[in-house]
């Protein structure tokens, strides 16, 4: 989960948190999928901690073929 700051100057209900009342300058977790939502309204919520990036899975090793050996 990511992480935002109200800066705004009175309290807000968010819905999205379970209808919660977030207080000015409270740090509340949301989801990552959301973040950008908060942090792009720039006057009221200041992000803090943003979303964690899926690390790309490793790629996939496949066996190596070997050449076909000559006999002497």
Avoid: F, H, N
């Avoid at 100057?9 to 009342?21: F, H, I, K, N, Y």
């Avoid at 999928?33 to 496949?62: F, H, I, L, M, S």
């Amino acid at each position: 989960m990511a992480r935002v700051r109200l800066i705004g100057p009175e309290a807000v209900r968010v819905p999205e948190l379970g209808d919660r009342t977030v207080e000015p300058d409270e740090v509340v977790e949301v989801p990552d999928d959301r973040y950008d939502g908060y942090v792009c309204q720039p006057g009221t919520w200041e992000g803090v901690e943003e979303p964690k990036t899926e690390a790309a899975p490793p790629p996939k090793k496949t066996a190596a073929k070997s050449a076909p050996q000559k006999e002497s």
